[in-house]
């Protein structure tokens, strides 16, 4: 998805497997498909245990739905270092890719995360995308998370720690400057607070 998609949509699910909703919920929004795995079905080893305390993942962007399915089939392999193994299904993602899924929980919300409002145009498509879940057939509904902004800020300050360094390193040697002109609205708020 581009920047302004990830920046506006909030989708949480609600034990909903990740080879149905989130492939399906890409594909729906630029035509391919991006997977973020469970935390430890891709595995960083054997030279990392995880990356960015469990929170960070890899994958790949494909074309098509049964591309990612194959994928993850390739690639949801224990290393040595690992610290846990996440159960595989019985099947291949691929052959369950091919299967109708099951009735899903599905909750979406399009309101304003970190302070920032959902772009209008990103929060029809979620609201359409809604509307498609349900008449598949899954139950969906209006559902938004509360975030205690105390717990946020502290999440901010275990994930983005060194963020603010990082990125005038970077702007160091592009000679651009670090600037609401130069990055993505979260981005900058990330790093307009870490120096407060």
Known sequence: MDSGTQRGLHITEFDAPERQLRGLLSRLFCGGVGLKPSRGRISFGPILDENGYGLAQNFVQTKTLRDCAAMLDCLAVSQPGDPFIIPKPAESYAT??????????????TKA???IETDKEVAQAVERTAKTLAQMGHEVSEDSPEFDPSVMRSMADVWFFGFDLRLEGY???NGRPIGPE?????????????GK
């Open 96 to 109: 369950l890719s091919r299967k109708k899924p099951p009735r899903l929980r599905i909750g979406w919300s």
């Open 113 to 115: 995360l970190m302070n």
């Open 171 to 173: 702007s160091k040697r």
């Open 182 to 194: 130069t990055l993505e609205p979260v981005v900058f708020t990330i790093y307009d607070t870490r």
